[in-house]
Each structure stands twice: as structure tokens, then as C-alpha cells.
């Protein structure tokens, strides 16, 4: 037979879409052919496909004429993870294997020019858009793909190390295919296996909370934020532990829940910063200053994720905040109201989600020293006015609390018995996170319209106390609405059915302006 067919995927965003990999022998002047929209790294396939067809002791049809299209043809393919599908397409066509026997099955890997299965990215986002059908969909992966793609239940994945491998499966009943000799010199019993469904593996320590002494204004700050899902603004003079502070918050945090697992190795799986060391675990990025908006929000073509997609379920810490640039800030208005990045190309239009938590640190000014008692701050206002307004209105907004952080005096520093551990902190913020799912089915930040008059139930004096602060501090819609979802989130730590004076009260404190020069 001249004609086969194979089935493969290409990365689109967070989805994998179904590509075939049409491959046909012709009988005249020799070529190699490959049609279908496909970028650079596939047409380089070519090479490696016939190296590694050669190099396996397999024969590649030099004297005929192939042609490989990738249908759809309009679909954007990219990466070297249809090198395996080529060749096992080249291979059914010219009758070395079975190609009745590839139906049900998906190949992605690439290839070397030994034959060796080399990694690709995304494969557990393919493996995640195959869930609703892995009972009749197998997939075929390179060593380290595989393992990602059987963190999915239910999947059907195959490891395979080398070409061969995968080849011996195929090959005609009854029937020897060309290199058998070679194929058998080289069997590796474990090269083809089916891997199962991967348990998390075992939690690894985190920088823990009792490593900061004093801080007890802050430490509730990110206790409320962890409890609620809020995001958190911290300033403060250098070296008063901001990042510090920053750095262990991951540690705060409730543990993922399955489904917030998959999510979040998915993404980092299609940018290629998935370890197996990091499942089930809240993911902490801590982008430079100089970082771009396309490198905050995702960009390119074809599309990937940005910072904070790859922070989604976990934190985006954004140091010397103030130094980023303003496009870069800006373009957090967006995913902080509502969870996803949709991003625009003129062929392509790509939506990931970003569901962190911001957390930001900055100075109060450009030396870093204003309000300081033991600094003489050297900034005139019209510099500490310049400085703070790098962060707009609109974004200081929606972050829900800001706290200041002071320095601490050495004798503190020095002789202060260590703080409370996080693990206490967590049991607390968990068992209100907790109280606010069995109320409402989501966290406190995630209300929206009316149910956020619905569950967070003020008490009658407490709307009598919103109403009067809210006009004299001037604060916008957003920033009320901002206010009472945290006011809720402390209820929730208090264990209060309702949300009482006392909590608006302290939820209105975390919304102070940035220190004014005098």
C-alpha cells in the first residue's frame, strides 16, 4: 500500500488539535515533500526522519517519490513533535509495518538522527483534551513525556525509547519487516511499556513562615490573603523582609485540589518547565523588572502563556514593582478581575487561564526611606510622587490589602524568638477557605454582582459604617465591593456566620494609600 495514515496533535494554546499525517508513495523522480502549514522545526524533519529510518537498520524509500501532507492544512504546526509520526507514516506506507494496525493510536515525539524518542512540550495538555475519549485514544510518547501525560486519569499512554520500539509493535503478523535482524539486536525489554496513572509524588519542604521574626501586621495580611484568595501589596524600606515574606506565601496556601494540579502542569507542560518534583504544588514566579508585557501576559506565534499563566493556581510575585514597565503593569487589570488572558494574533486567537495571586513589594519612595526613623529620606515629593505613580489607580484597585512592612530594630531582629510556622498559618486559612466553599461554592474573591450581597450578609450597623467611610475615602464601586470581600474572608478566619463591624473595620485599614511625603 502507498497510502497511510497517521494520527498526531499540534499544540494550540491549552487545546491539542487533531492533525493526520497523510504520507504517499509515488513511483518517479525522487523527493521528500512535506505540505500542510508547517513551520521550520517540522520541515527540518525531513532530515531527521531519514537519518533515523537509516540509522534504526529500517529502509527509507530513497528511489520513490513521498509526500507527507498535514491535514488540516490550515492548522499551524510547529516543534519536532510530528517527527514520529512522519516516520511511522513513511514506514506503513512502504509496508514495513501495519497500517491497519495504527488505528486508535497517537504518536508525538521527536526524533534523533539514532532513532533515540526525544521529550516534547504539551503533553499533558494533549493528553487532558483526549480525556473525554482515552477509552478508545492511545498515546505513544517519548520517555518524560509519557510520564506527564499519565498524570491524567484514565489515560492510555506508551512509553517508547527508540523507534524500534514503537516499530516491533506494528510490524505485519507473520511477516518479518526489513532490518528485523537489526530490530532484534537492539530489543530493550523496557523500551515499550504502559504507564499508569501517577499518584502525587511527595510534598517538598518549603521556606517556612517562622523564619520571619516580628512582621505580625504583614503575616495577617497574607494569612487573610491565603484565606481568601486576595491579592496583597507590601511596602516597605530594603531589607524589612518583604521578599521574604513573599517567598513563603506559596507555603500558606491550601493544597491543590486534582483538577488545579492538571491545570497547572498543563501550562507549565506547554512551556517546558514541568518537572515531576513540582505536581501537586502551588507554583511561585518571581519575574525580573525588566520583563516585558509579552513576557508578563504571553505573546508570539503561535501563542504561549505569560508569567501569569504560568502562576496560575499559585503566586506571581512582582519585586521592585514600581521598576517594571507600565505596559507590563497595565496589562494585569484584566486577568486580575477575571482569571484568563485571551490573546490576539491576526490567524490566531489563543485563551489560557491566570488565576494567581498577586503579590507585590516596593519602596515608598525611589532611596527607599521615606517615613523611615532611622534613614533620613533624600527624595523630593515630586520624586516619591513620580515613583508611587508608576502604579495606577485602576491597579491599586483591585489589589485587595496593602500593608506596610517596617523595618525591624536589631534587637528584635536578633533576640526575638522565632515566628509562628506556616503549617499553623495554613490549617487556618484552609478551614476558612473551607467555610466559604460550603457557603457558596467558591472562594470569597470569586464573588461577583449579586452574590456578593447574598453571602456576604453585614450586619445592619456594619452597612451604616460602610456606607459613611466609603463616601468619605471616596472609594470606587470596585474598591467597596473590594472591601467587603475581604471584610468576609476575616468573618471566615473569626468563624462568624455574618460579617460584623469589627471585620469591615479591619478590612478598611488594608486599603491605606501609599505614604505621602511631607
Same mark, same amino acid.
Given at each position: 500500500?502507498?497510502?497511510?495514515?497517521?494520527?498526531?496533535?499540534?499544540? !494550540?494554546?491549552?487545546?491539542?488539535?487533531?492533525?493526520?499525517?497523510?504520507?504517499?508513495?509515488?513511483?518517479? =523522480?525522487?523527493?521528500?515533500?512535506?505540505?500542510?502549514?508547517?513551520?521550520?522545526?517540522?520541515?527540518?524533519?525531513?532530515?531527521?526522519?531519514?537519518?533515523?529510518?537509516?540509522?534504526?537498520?529500517?529502509?527509507?524509500?530513497?528511489?520513490?517519490?513521498?509526500?507527507?501532507? =498535514?491535514?488540516?492544512?490550515?492548522?499551524?504546526?510547529?516543534?519536532?513533535?510530528?517527527?514520529?509520526?512522519?516516520?511511522?507514516?513513511?514506514?506503513?506506507?512502504?509496508?514495513?509495518?501495519?497500517?491497519?494496525?495504527?488505528?486508535?493510536?497517537?504518536?508525538?515525539?521527536?526524533?534523533?538522527?539514532?532513532?533515540?524518542?526525544?521529550?516534547?512540550?504539551?503533553?499533558?495538555?494533549?493528553?487532558?483534551?483526549?480525556?473525554?475519549?482515552?477509552?478508545?485514544?492511545?498515546?505513544?510518547?517519548?520517555?518524560?513525556?509519557?510520564?506527564?501525560?499519565?498524570?491524567?486519569?484514565?489515560?492510555?499512554?506508551?512509553?517508547?525509547?527508540?523507534?524500534?520500539?514503537?516499530?516491533?509493535?506494528?510490524?505485519?503478523?507473520?511477516?518479518?519487516?526489513?532490518?528485523?535482524?537489526?530490530?532484534?539486536?537492539?530489543? *530493550?525489554?523496557?523500551?515499550?511499556?504502559?504507564?499508569?496513572?501517577?499518584?502525587?509524588?511527595?510534598?517538598?519542604?518549603?521556606?517556612?513562615?517562622? *523564619?520571619?521574626?516580628?512582621?505580625?501586621?504583614?503575616?495577617?495580611?497574607?494569612?487573610?490573603?491565603?484565606?481568601?484568595?486576595?491579592?496583597?501589596?507590601?511596602?516597605?524600606?530594603?531589607?524589612?523582609?518583604?521578599?521574604?515574606?513573599?517567598?513563603?506565601?506559596?507555603?500558606?496556601?491550601?493544597?491543590?485540589?486534582?483538577?488545579?494540579?492538571?491545570?497547572?502542569?498543563?501550562?507549565?507542560?506547554?512551556?517546558?518547565?514541568?518537572?515531576?518534583?513540582?505536581?501537586?504544588?502551588?507554583?511561585?514566579?518571581?519575574?525580573?523588572?525588566?520583563?516585558?508585557?509579552?513576557?508578563?501576559?504571553?505573546?508570539?506565534?503561535?501563542?504561549?502563556?505569560?508569567?501569569?499563566?504560568?502562576?496560575?493556581?499559585?503566586?506571581?510575585? =512582582?519585586?521592585?514593582?514600581?521598576?517594571?514597565?507600565?505596559?507590563?503593569?497595565?496589562?494585569?487589570?484584566?486577568?486580575?478581575?477575571?482569571?484568563?488572558?485571551?490573546?490576539?494574533?491576526?490567524?490566531?486567537?489563543?485563551?489560557?487561564?491566570?488565576?494567581?495571586?498577586?503579590?507585590?513589594?516596593?519602596?515608598?519612595?525611589?532611596?527607599?526611606?521615606?517615613?523611615?526613623?532611622?534613614?533620613?529620606?533624600?527624595?523630593?515629593?515630586?520624586?516619591?510622587?513620580?515613583?508611587?505613580?508608576?502604579?495606577?489607580?485602576?491597579?491599586?484597585?483591585?489589589? *485587595?490589602?496593602?500593608?506596610?512592612?517596617?523595618?525591624?530594630?536589631?534587637?528584635?531582629?536578633?533576640?526575638?524568638?522565632?515566628?509562628?510556622?506556616?503549617?499553623?498559618?495554613?490549617?487556618?486559612?484552609?478551614?476558612?477557605?473551607?467555610?466559604?466553599?460550603?457557603?457558596?461554592?467558591?472562594?470569597?474573591?470569586? !464573588?461577583?454582582?449579586?452574590?456578593?450581597?447574598?453571602?456576604?450578609?453585614? *450586619?445592619?450597623?456594619?452597612?451604616?459604617?460602610?456606607?459613611?467611610?466609603?463616601?468619605?475615602?471616596?472609594?470606587?464601586?470596585?474598591?467597596?465591593?473590594?472591601?467587603?470581600?475581604?471584610?468576609?474572608?476575616?468573618?471566615? !478566619?473569626?468563624?462568624?456566620?455574618?460579617?460584623?463591624?469589627?471585620?469591615?473595620?479591619?478590612?478598611?485599614?488594608?486599603?491605606?494609600?501609599?505614604?505621602?511625603?511631607?
Amino acid at each position: 500500500m502507498s497510502l497511510s495514515l497517521v494520527q498526531s496533535r499540534a499544540l !494550540l494554546g491549552l487545546q491539542a488539535a487533531q492533525v493526520t499525517v497523510e504520507v504517499h508513495l509515488a513511483n518517479g =523522480l525522487p523527493s521528500f515533500t512535506l505540505v500542510g502549514l508547517a513551520d521550520i522545526e517540522v520541515k527540518e524533519a525531513r532530515e531527521r526522519v531519514r537519518c533515523a529510518i537509516q540509522n534504526s537498520g529500517l529502509v527509507f524509500p530513497n528511489n520513490q517519490r513521498i509526500t507527507v501532507n =498535514l491535514a488540516p492544512a490550515d492548522l499551524p504546526k510547529d516543534s519536532g513533535r510530528l517527527d514520529l509520526p512522519i516516520a511511522m507514516g513513511i514506514l506503513a506506507a512502504s509496508g514495513q509495518i501495519d497500517n491497519a494496525r495504527l488505528a486508535g493510536f497517537e504518536f508525538a515525539g521527536e526524533l534523533s538522527l539514532s532513532g533515540e524518542l526525544r521529550p516534547v512540550r504539551g503533553a499533558l495538555a494533549t493528553a487532558l483534551t483526549l480525556q473525554s475519549n482515552l477509552g478508545a485514544t492511545k498515546l505513544v510518547l517519548p520517555p518524560g513525556s509519557a510520564e506527564e501525560a499519565a498524570l491524567v486519569p484514565g489515560a492510555q499512554v506508551y512509553r517508547a525509547r527508540h523507534l524500534l520500539d514503537v516499530v516491533r509493535q506494528f510490524l505485519p503478523a507473520g511477516a518479518t519487516a526489513p532490518g528485523a535482524d537489526d530490530i532484534g539486536a537492539v530489543a *530493550d525489554p523496557d523500551g515499550w511499556a504502559r504507564l499508569e496513572f501517577t499518584p502525587a509524588v511527595q510534598m517538598r519542604q518549603l521556606a517556612d513562615m517562622a *523564619d520571619v521574626k516580628g512582621q505580625a501586621g504583614a503575616k495577617r495580611v497574607l494569612e487573610i490573603a491565603a484565606a481568601g484568595g486576595h491579592s496583597v501589596l507590601l511596602s516597605g524600606p530594603p531589607g524589612s523582609g518583604k521578599s521574604m515574606l513573599a517567598h513563603r506565601f506559596a507555603g500558606l496556601l491550601p493544597a491543590m485540589s486534582s483538577d488545579e494540579a492538571l491545570q497547572s502542569a498543563a501550562i507549565a507542560s506547554l512551556s517546558g518547565r514541568f518537572a515531576m518534583q513540582q505536581w501537586g504544588q502551588r507554583p511561585t514566579c518571581s519575574p525580573h523588572h525588566s520583563a516585558s508585557a509579552v513576557a508578563m501576559v504571553g505573546g508570539g506565534s503561535p501563542p504561549r502563556p505569560g508569567e501569569i499563566s504560568l502562576a496560575h493556581h499559585g503566586v506571581l510575585f =512582582l519585586d521592585e514593582m514600581p521598576e517594571f514597565p507600565r505596559a507590563a503593569l497595565e496589562a494585569l487589570r484584566e486577568p486580575l478581575e477575571t482569571g484568563t488572558i485571551t490573546i490576539s494574533r491576526a490567524a490566531q486567537r489563543s485563551e489560557f487561564p491566570a488565576r494567581f495571586q498577586l503579590i507585590g513589594a516596593m519602596n515608598p519612595c525611589p532611596c527607599g526611606y521615606l517615613g523611615s526613623a532611622s534613614h533620613a529620606c533624600r527624595c523630593t515629593p515630586d520624586q516619591v510622587a513620580r515613583y508611587q505613580s508608576k502604579l495606577s489607580g485602576p491597579l491599586m484597585d483591585r489589589i *485587595d490589602l496593602h500593608v506596610e512592612v517596617p523595618a525591624l530594630p536589631s534587637t528584635d531582629l536578633l533576640q526575638a524568638p522565632a515566628g509562628e510556622g506556616s503549617t499553623a498559618i495554613r490549617e487556618r486559612a484552609t478551614a476558612a477557605r473551607d467555610r466559604a466553599f460550603a457557603r457558596q461554592g467558591k472562594s470569597n474573591l470569586a !464573588l461577583q454582582g449579586q452574590e456578593i450581597d447574598q453571602y456576604v450578609q453585614l *450586619d445592619d450597623s456594619a452597612v451604616k459604617f460602610l456606607n459613611v467611610a466609603a463616601a468619605r475615602l471616596g472609594w470606587s464601586a470596585r474598591g467597596t465591593h473590594r472591601a467587603l470581600k475581604v471584610a468576609r474572608t476575616i468573618a471566615d !478566619l473569626a468563624g462568624a456566620e455574618t460579617t460584623q463591624v469589627s471585620h469591615l473595620a479591619e478590612a478598611m485599614q488594608y486599603r491605606r494609600t501609599l505614604q505621602k511625603p511631607l
